[in-house]
C-alpha cells in the first residue's frame, strides 16, 4: 500500500480518506495537511512577523 519515492512517501488516497475518518488517526491527518498548508503559505510570501514582536505591537495600540 505505502510506497517510497524519491524520499517521499506516498499513500493511496483511498487510505488518507480512510485515516482521516478514523478517530485515532485524524489529529495526525489534519496536521500533516496543516504542515502543509504553512509551507504552501510560506514559498508565497516575503515577510513574517515575529510573534512576539506582533503581540508586544498588539498590545501597545490596544492600549490607547
Request: proline share 2%.
Amino acid at each position: 500500500m505505502l510506497k517510497i519515492e524519491n524520499n517521499n512517501v506516498l499513500i493511496p488516497l483511498v487510505l488518507w480518506k480512510e485515516l482521516k475518518g478514523d478517530l485515532y488517526f485524524n489529529e495526525l491527518i489534519e496536521i500533516i495537511e496543516d504542515r502543509e498548508t504553512l509551507f504552501e503559505a510560506k514559498a508565497k510570501t516575503e515577510y513574517f512577523v515575529d510573534l512576539d514582536e506582533y503581540h508586544q505591537e498588539r498590545m501597545k495600540r490596544d492600549a490607547l
